[in-house]
């Protein structure tokens, strides 16, 4: 069976902490995203990776970094959080053009 | 504008209705097209791909029109379970490829 494991399903930080959100594929996928999703914008491609230590910034990626150094984890990153960046953030995986699975999503709320 | 448009909705209809939604995007660059459903409080699950020529998988329809950068989604005999909301998905580019959501639209059946 297929898995996307997000490390933390639920996170409350406080303004100015480093967050580290971490997701791990056992797929063999070379594609993996970080999403967020907010109520009325649904998901907003924050970065992307293709392959190791390869990264790409998506539609949102201020105020986030991703690190990916090795193939199965993909690891984002918010220097120092902001309230703003309270949301639900989704990881997912994929190969070449196939099905993207995602992980049950971690629920980041900045105080 | 938007890269990934669909009407929010909800929409609203009896059990056996046909639903129809529609989705556009704005990159011509697009190559790959699908349509995601997420059930409330859940990850976003592949529902099918969608074909250029158009493809149909059992009450659900897909059509391309890549001249008019439109994708839609027909559900016949709509049922129960059906209930949930439908993301318009669009793969931009080549192999190493961001992949955007429309914001979804959210369909209620109602017995």
């Known amino acids: 069976d297929v898995k996307v494991t997000q490390s933390s399903r639920y996170l409350v930080k406080r303004t100015g902490e480093k967050v580290f959100l971490e997701c791990v594929q056992d797929m063999d996928h070379e594609n993996m995203f970080w999403y967020r999703q907010d109520p009325g914008l649904g998901l907003r491609l924050i970065y992307f990776s293709y392959d190791v230590k390869m990264k790409e910034k998506g539609d949102i990626p201020e105020g986030y970094s991703v690190s990916r150094e090795k193939k199965e984890r993909f690891s984002l990153i918010l220097e120092s959080a902001s309230t703003n960046q309270t949301s639900m953030y989704l990881c997912a995986s994929n190969r070449g053009a196939g099905e993207l699975f995602f992980g049950e999503g971690s629920r980041l709320t900045v105080l | 504008r938007k890269e990934v448009e669909q009407d929010p909705g909800p929409f609203n209809v009896p059990e056996g209705a046909t639903v129809a939604f529609n989705c556009t995007y704005s990159?011509?660059?697009?190559?790959?097209f699908f349509w995601y459903r997420q059930d409330c409080r859940k990850e976003p699950k592949l529902l099918m791909s969608v074909y250029s020529s158009g493809n149909e998988d059992g009450r659900f329809t897909a059509q391309l029109n890549r001249a008019s950068q439109y994708i839609s989604l027909l559900i016949r005999d709509s049922k129960l379970s059906d209930s949930a909301t439908y993301l318009c998905?669009?793969?931009?580019?080549?192999?190493?490829?961001?992949?955007?959501f429309g914001s979804g639209t959210r369909l209620s059946i109602r017995p």
């Open positions: 990159n011509s660059a697009s190559q790959s």
């Open positions: 998905v669009v793969k931009i580019g080549g192999s190493a490829s961001k992949i955007i």
